[in-house]
């Protein structure tokens, strides 16, 4: 797949060209590295705070919304995934135009990729509310942010599965069928995580016992690493295609 203008991609003169494996693992690295910076700092120069809740038991591990509401950590975070939206949303657009060609005669799925990518932006913008908004600004923003971005990746993912299972079923390509066989497992793992961390979370409200909260925080790191496995999976589906920005030849232009 070629992001490029309509017409012949040999006359146009080529300003950036990428290709789409490096472009996926640039997009997952972002967020990821930004993650772990965030937690380490926390751990290292904000312990206190970074695991403080308003049970007041002993906590060894913060959470994501903790890590990433502390300074620096949130201006890392936030760099870090203002880099990773944009290229997000090119995914998005690039499944799309993927999912429309190969059902091009099919309504039903033409429809659920339509509903795919939609679930795509929704996700996106849902971390970007949570990222900018930080809970101890506006706590119920960034609640609602987070809500809106566990809700559509979960929906996300399992539409993706669905397209993918009738993909790999007619398909004889071994890529397309390992595609999407991790892409079933990562979400599988993540909805499993997902309540677990739904689990501890309520049992540290109600119960306050020590140690629940942290983890509640394993779960939601795990969370969302497997989520960014799961975008990861673009590396197989657009292997040895790339995206390219181009100058329209002087005849084209406006």
Not at 73 to 93: D, T
Not at 220 to 247: I, P
Request: charged share 15%.
């Amino acid at each position: 797949m070629q992001q490029v203008p309509y017409g012949s991609v040999a006359r146009d003169k080529a300003l950036i060209r990428v290709q789409f494996t490096r472009l996926a693992v640039i997009t997952v690295c972002l967020p990821l590295l930004g993650l772990v910076a965030c937690i380490v700092l926390a751990l290292l120069y904000h312990y206190s705070e970074a695991t403080d809740t308003h049970c007041m038991v002993p906590n060894y591990l913060p959470s994501i919304s903790a890590a990433i509401s502390l300074t620096p950590e949130r201006y890392i975070w936030r760099f870090s995934i203002g880099l990773h939206s944009a290229p997000r949303f090119l995914v998005a657009a690039a499944y799309l135009s993927f999912y429309r060609r190969r059902f091009s005669r099919r309504l039903t799925e033409q429809l659920l990729s339509v509903l795919t990518f939609l679930l795509a932006l929704s996700e996106n913008v849902g971390l970007l509310l949570l990222t900018y908004v930080s809970s101890d600004e506006t706590y119920s923003v960034h609640k609602s942010g987070f809500i809106l971005f566990i809700g559509s990746s979960l929906f996300h993912m399992m539409c993706t599965c669905k397209l993918w299972s009738l993909i790999a079923k007619y398909s004889p390509s071994a890529e397309e069928m390992m595609s999407y066989r991790q892409k079933l497992r990562l979400f599988l793992f993540n909805g499993c995580f997902c309540l677990l961390a739904a689990y501890f979370y309520k049992r540290h409200n109600t119960d306050c016992e020590a140690g629940i909260y942290t983890s509640f925080a394993v779960c939601e790191y795990l969370v969302v690493l497997s989520n960014m496995a799961f975008h990861m999976t673009a590396y197989w589906d657009f292997g040895g295609k790339e995206v390219m920005v181009a100058t329209p030849p002087e005849g084209k232009r406006f």
